[in-house]
């Protein structure tokens, strides 16, 4: 039984760490500290929930089930369970966060340098793109590659740059702004949605364990055990990386007004406190968080894709990866307000079925309760989804009367309802000869 020595354990969870630590990771808690002023801690521990408590559940859940998005969603039966693992992967994928990591980097380090274009666009994409294909044909070299050279050099600039933050302010914490008045924890929980982290956990879910197996670990209890390892640090590095940034926002009002969002805050603060070397350094941070996230997600999508359809996994990740080059060059504000609503309309559905998949002990039979409350929650996170995309014409007006359908969890007490009543049915129904 090979097992793992505390180096390359702590090489894997710099890995996972890495992995999660993309561009919207560094350029949302900034502005969200900003807009929470005084109330920077409620609102950071509101983040904190959504953007490491769920990841690092997600990855405990992927663990315990030996992995794979698949096993998670077995209780819904084949065909739903691969119809939502689908979604999933093109929309933490090729539709939308691959190719933001790639336009983000670019506007936050490449632009300040040389001005905006189409074609410089182009060809920052080209290159960014060869790289991250380089990177992701050999998965099994991930913890090599990117724990062991890429990591390290990631974690010296944020070091420097959230030391800085803290012991370097830019100005004084200012007041909050409205949205983050009354309920900032609220507030920065649905903010942490913006990472995307948690559907990144179901996706990375894979990559963690052919990591850990590529080492020559073959006991699913310690491939289980070094997961959650990993799962761990890479929710302290993230958490640490999230409470520098936000206090970094909340003192850069003075240098930062009228920034519109976090890259421009860190733009301006970095420019103010470390000069052109710094931006430098900015630039490096951004690219090495951007294209480790890449690599892993196109790692995990050609993992998937290559065992469900028969194809090749160098076929799959050339292929989505010129699709990403080709999402990206369509330019950052289209992304970023396509993908909003959808993740408003996601997110539900990963938040429950993690929370169902942790809790599967206390089910008699699983699929009377993961389908109808899965259901029920796809529903109303489609109308949730709808609603944050401006359509709430289309869906009818008693589900803007629901508890908290103003803030985007609309979907929650009718999960919450449909979850109580598939208990009792679950507890009062005798098995069937199928076990359903």
Same mark, same amino acid.
């Given at each position: 039984? $090979?097992?793992?020595?505390a180096?390359d354990?702590?090489?894997?969870?710099?890995?996972t760490?890495?992995?999660?630590?993309?561009?919207?990771?560094?350029i949302f808690?900034?502005?969200?500290?900003?807009?929470?002023?005084?109330?920077?801690?409620?609102?950071?521990?509101?983040?904190?929930?959504?953007a490491?408590?769920l990841p690092l #559940?997600?990855?405990v859940a992927?663990?315990r089930? &030996?992995?794979?998005?698949?096993?998670?969603?077995?209780?819904? &039966?084949k065909?739903?369970g691969?119809?939502? =693992?689908?979604?999933?992967?093109?929309?933490?994928?090729?539709?939308?966060?691959?190719?933001?990591?790639?336009?983000v980097?670019?506007e %936050?380090?490449?632009?300040p340098?040389v001005g905006?274009?189409?074609?410089?666009?182009?060809?920052?994409?080209?290159?960014y793109?060869?790289?991250?294909?380089f990177l992701?044909?050999?998965?099994g070299?991930?913890?090599?590659?990117?724990g062991?050279?890429i990591?390290?050099?990631?974690?010296?600039?944020?070091?420097? %740059?959230?030391? =800085?933050a803290?012991?370097?302010?830019?100005?004084?914490?200012?007041?909050?702004?409205?949205?983050?008045?009354d309920?900032?924890?609220?507030?920065? /929980?649905?903010?942490?949605? %913006?990472?995307?982290?948690?559907?990144?956990a179901?996706?990375?879910?894979?990559?963690?364990?052919t990591?850990?197996?590529?080492r020559?670990?073959?006991?699913?209890a310690?491939?289980?055990r070094?997961?959650?390892?990993?799962?761990?640090?890479?929710?302290?590095? #993230?958490?640490?990386?999230?409470?520098?940034?936000?206090?970094l926002?909340?003192?850069?009002s003075?240098v930062a007004?009228?920034?519109?969002?976090?890259g421009q805050?860190?733009?301006?603060?970095?420019q103010h406190?470390?000069g052109?070397?710094?931006?430098?350094?900015?630039a490096?941070?951004?690219?090495?968080?951007?294209?480790?996230?890449?690599?892993?997600?196109?790692?995990?999508?050609?993992?998937?894709?290559?065992?469900h359809w028969?194809?090749?996994?160098?076929? @799959?990740?050339v292929?989505?990866?010129?699709f990403?080059?080709a999402?990206?060059?369509q330019?950052?504000?289209q992304?970023v307000?396509?993908?909003?609503?959808?993740?408003?309309?996601?997110?539900p #559905?990963a938040?429950?079925?993690?929370?169902?998949?942790?809790?599967?002990?206390?089910?008699k $039979?699983?699929?009377?309760?993961?389908?109808? @409350?899965? =259901?029920?929650t796809?529903? /109303?996170?489609?109308?949730?989804?709808?609603?944050a995309?401006?359509?709430?014409? /289309?869906?009818p007006? #008693?589900?803007s009367q629901?508890?908290?359908?103003?803030?985007?969890?609309?979907w929650l007490?009718?999960?919450?309802?449909?979850?109580?009543?598939?208990?009792?049915?679950?507890?009062l129904?005798?098995?069937?000869?199928?076990?359903?």
């Open positions: 039984m $090979h097992r793992l020595n180096l354990q702590l090489a894997i969870g710099f890995m760490f890495a992995l999660f630590l993309g561009a919207g990771n560094i808690p900034p502005s969200a500290g900003m807009a929470a002023g005084d109330n920077l801690w409620l609102a950071a521990l509101g983040f904190l929930l959504t490491v408590g #559940l997600t990855v992927l663990a089930v &030996g992995g794979g998005l698949d096993r998670l969603t077995a209780p819904l &039966g065909l739903s691969l119809a939502i =693992a689908v979604v999933v992967y093109l929309a933490i994928g090729p539709l939308f966060a691959t190719p933001r990591t790639a336009v980097s670019f %936050l380090a490449v632009v340098f905006e274009s189409r074609w410089v666009l182009l060809l920052y994409t080209l290159m793109f060869s790289v991250v294909l992701s044909l050999d998965p070299q991930l913890v090599d590659r990117i062991k050279f990591t390290p050099v990631l974690l010296v600039a944020l070091v420097l %740059l959230g030391g =800085a803290i012991f370097a302010p830019a100005g004084d914490i200012v007041a909050p702004s409205p949205a983050y008045s309920a900032p924890a609220l507030q920065g /929980f649905l903010e942490g949605y %913006l990472t995307m982290d948690t559907l990144g179901l996706v990375f879910g894979i990559v963690i364990a990591a850990i197996r590529s020559g670990v073959s006991e699913p310690l491939v289980t070094y997961t959650m390892v990993a799962g761990l640090v890479a929710a302290l590095g #993230l958490s640490l990386v999230y409470l520098a940034l936000f206090y926002g909340a003192t850069s003075a007004a009228g920034a519109t969002n976090g805050i860190l733009a301006a603060y970095v406190t470390f052109t070397p710094g931006s430098l350094l900015l490096l941070v951004i690219t090495l968080a951007c294209l480790t996230t890449a690599v892993g997600l196109l790692s995990a999508c050609g993992e998937f894709f290559s065992k028969k194809v090749s996994y160098r076929t @799959v990740v292929t989505l990866g010129v990403s080059l999402v990206a060059n330019g950052l504000t992304l307000s396509v993908s909003i609503p959808v993740l408003v309309a996601l997110y #559905l938040i429950v079925l993690v929370a169902l998949s942790l809790l599967d002990r206390c089910w $039979h699983p699929r009377r309760v993961f389908r109808p @409350v899965m =259901a029920i796809l529903i /109303f996170g489609i109308v949730d989804g709808l609603a995309a401006g359509l709430e014409r /289309f869906t007006g #008693l589900f629901l508890p908290l359908a103003g803030q985007s969890l609309g007490v009718p999960a919450l309802l449909a979850l109580l009543l598939a208990v009792v049915i679950d507890r129904r005798p098995a069937d000869r199928t076990g359903v």
